[in-house]
């Protein structure tokens, strides 16, 4: 019985047989070191590991300006889905330098025929040829109408869900990225004409439009419908027009809004329309032709909006 209770005593380990108060005292905060071998905490006294699997998240290297951390840093590109490969993949490039600098002449050729592997690698499916197609376009139409990242990222997750579905087979790259740009604008609420879009594509605008009522069918997605007032800051800052314009025309639209006429109207009409509103209450001088030219839609249109406007809201503009 003696020996069960000394065997026991002897199998105990120190953290059964001291307690917290104990442990405290015995391993002052100072006395405990990080061994970098085993990757514990240590206490110096009582030789007691703390904690043991120690994860060090810092870097092996020093740097001690901006410069140097920057340049010896050796983490990736985030994940972005306008990738085909989400940014996944090793890229080598063509500086035949190694990571400290140094050139590798020698190694020249190998660096080719190991660049040209990696560039055959990373394409391999034909889901991953449609996806490097598909960014490559996507990439060149947000460039050209200077869209913001995260539209394009959020254009690229659109498409890449189009594609999971099948929606691609049998139709037209260059449409279907096209019409996730435009549902992207406007799923962000930023003010986009399917005109715009279509101008700067290689497809036709029945087409994006065809592949933009699919897109919002099979994706179930639901997009409220484009606001008049999003257009206002636009058409008033390519006109050149002060601050005071944009505020009076959104509050037009916001009083016709309450009267129910813009219902079934196109918005950049309506907010041409507004602008034009504005400046006569205002006393700024801009012809409708003008208006209408920077809004993209026709003097006609500009001209009927602005009398409905007149009619509904019962107010006359001094002269």
């Not at 560039?119 to 139409?141: C, G």
């Not at 206002?232 to 390519?238: E, G, L, M, Q, T």
């Not at 009409?269 to 700024?284: R, W």
Request: net charge neutral.
């Amino acid at each position: 019985m003696f020996l069960e209770e000394e065997s026991s005593q002897a199998n105990s380990s120190p953290e059964q047989s001291l307690t917290s108060s104990e442990k405290e005292d015995k391993c002052p905060p100072d006395k405990v070191v990080y061994d970098v071998a085993r990757s514990e905490y240590v206490c110096l006294e009582t030789g007691e590991v703390i904690e043991d699997r120690v994860i060090d998240d810092r870097a092996e290297w020093r740097a001690f300006t901006p410069e140097e951390e920057e340049k010896r840093a050796r983490t990736g590109g985030p994940i972005t889905p306008t990738v085909h490969d989400m940014g996944f993949s090793t890229v080598i490039d063509y500086m035949n330098r190694d990571a400290s600098g140094k050139s590798l002449i020698n190694k020249r050729y190998q660096l080719s025929k190991l660049r040209k592997w990696q560039a055959r690698t990373r394409v391999l499916t034909s889901i991953e040829r449609n996806l490097v197609q598909a960014m490559n376009e996507l990439d060149r139409l947000t460039a050209l109408m200077n869209l913001p990242s995260y539209i394009r990222e959020e254009a690229a997750r659109i498409y890449r869900e189009a594609v999971e579905k099948g929606l691609v087979r049998g139709r037209s790259i260059e449409g279907v990225v096209a019409a996730a740009i435009y549902l992207a604008c406007r799923i962000r609420k930023l003010p986009r004409t399917l005109d715009e879009i279509a101008e700067y594509s290689r497809v036709e605008r029945k087409d994006i439009a065809r592949c933009y009522r699919l897109l919002l069918r099979e994706l179930s997605i639901k997009v409220s419908t484009a606001d008049p007032a999003d257009f206002v800051p636009r058409i008033a800052h390519a006109l050149g027009l002060p601050g005071s314009v944009v505020k009076v025309a959104i509050e037009i639209l916001k009083e016709a809004r309450e009267y129910g006429i813009t219902g079934g109207k196109d918005p950049v009409g309506l907010a041409a329309a507004a602008v034009y509103f504005a400046c006569e209450k205002l006393g700024i001088e801009r012809p409708q032709k003008e208006i209408a030219s920077v809004a993209g839609v026709t003097e006609v249109t500009v001209r009927n909006r602005y009398k409905e406007l007149i009619e509904a809201l019962s107010i006359k503009i001094e002269e």
